[in-house]
């Protein structure tokens, strides 16, 4: 594809803190290259506030290539932006063209509060996955190692497939509803496929759900947008296993 140079409008949004509130301020770019990723026109963006003495935009972002879910940046509407299957860090510039506006939000959920401006607190996330979403290991000296335990191919790739979620919290800010079903759904799935995972497999799912509810996460109503915004098309599949094995695990608690 032929690279061109763009001139675009940046509207973001801009907040203090999670007590003031915020509001859009626009602010104009000039010569951006269509092989620019998103976040370098905004380190573009952020270098010209500097030059005219204005607070930079804060935004979060860590690996800048789709693998630590950093980026949460809701972009004309759409978390991560236009393109399918995609983080905000990969997401490049030859997805617009000159002259547009591009409107940039942070994802806009309850349960994560805006920090400043684009950043906001998932630290809700970290307490879910502190609630059971790990293994207890023995370091006696005699573990056996991960990999000479025999896993049916099928359930590896499925559990494979549940471990690629990132926690970017995409699926929230997609959701009407703000929940965290398909973030937790994954979490569970790629557990309790595991032989390594079944030792704590119902006390995780109840502890992990109680969890999300007590963060404030809203209800799950299926409009499957989660699943059409996540940039690791994590399945709502996962979400079906949660509930099974939620009902499995509540039932055998009453025993
Ligand atoms: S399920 Fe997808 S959208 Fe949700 S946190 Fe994981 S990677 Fe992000
Ligand atoms: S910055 Fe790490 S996934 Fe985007």
């Known amino acids: ?21 915020g ?11 269509s092989e620019m ?6 380190d573009v963006l952020n270098e010209q506030l500097l030059q005219e003495g204005k607070d930079p935009v804060a935004f979060d972002h860590d690996c800048r290539e789709g693998i630590c879910g950093m980026c949460s940046m809701y972009i004309n509407g759409k978390p991560h932006g236009p393109w ?13 063209k000159d002259g547009d506006t591009i409107v940039v939000e942070p ?6 509060p805006v920090i400043k401006d684009l950043v906001v607190d998932r630290s809700a996330f970290d307490r ?11 370091t006696s000296g005699n573990t ?12 590896a790739d499925m559990a494979f497939a549940a471990a690629m979620c990132i926690g970017c919290g995409a699926c929230v800010a997609a959701c009407k509803n703000s929940s965290a079903m398909l973030f937790l759904s994954a979490k569970v799935s790629h557990l309790s496929l595991l032989p390594q995972g079944q ?29 059409a915004t996540c940039p690791k098309e994590i399945s709502v599949t996962n979400i079906a296993r949660l509930n099974l094995e939620y009902l499995n695990a509540s039932l055998s608690k009453q025993d």
Not at 37 to 42: A, D, V
């Open 144 to 155: 056996i190692d991960a990999n000479v335990i025999p896993i049916e191919k099928q359930k």
């Open 1 to 21: 594809m032929q690279h061109y140079k763009m001139n675009l409008t940046i509207q973001v949004w801009r907040q203090k803190n999670a007590l003031e509130k």
């Open 199 to 227: 030792p704590e497999r119902k006390i995780r799912v109840l502890n992990m759900l109680n969890k999300m509810d007590e963060e404030g996460f809203g209800a799950c109503t299926n409009t499957n947008a989660c699943e």
């Open 23 to 33: 509001q859009f301020e626009s602010y104009q770019v000039k010569d951006i290259s």
């Open 84 to 96: 399918q299957a995609n983080t905000t860090c990969q997401l490049h510039m030859r997805a617009f």
């Open 128 to 138: 879910i996955i502190q609630a059971g979403g790990y293994v207890s290991v023995g």
């Open 37 to 42: 990723s998103f976040l370098e026109m905004f």
């Open 107 to 112: 994802w806009r959920a309850q349960a994560f």
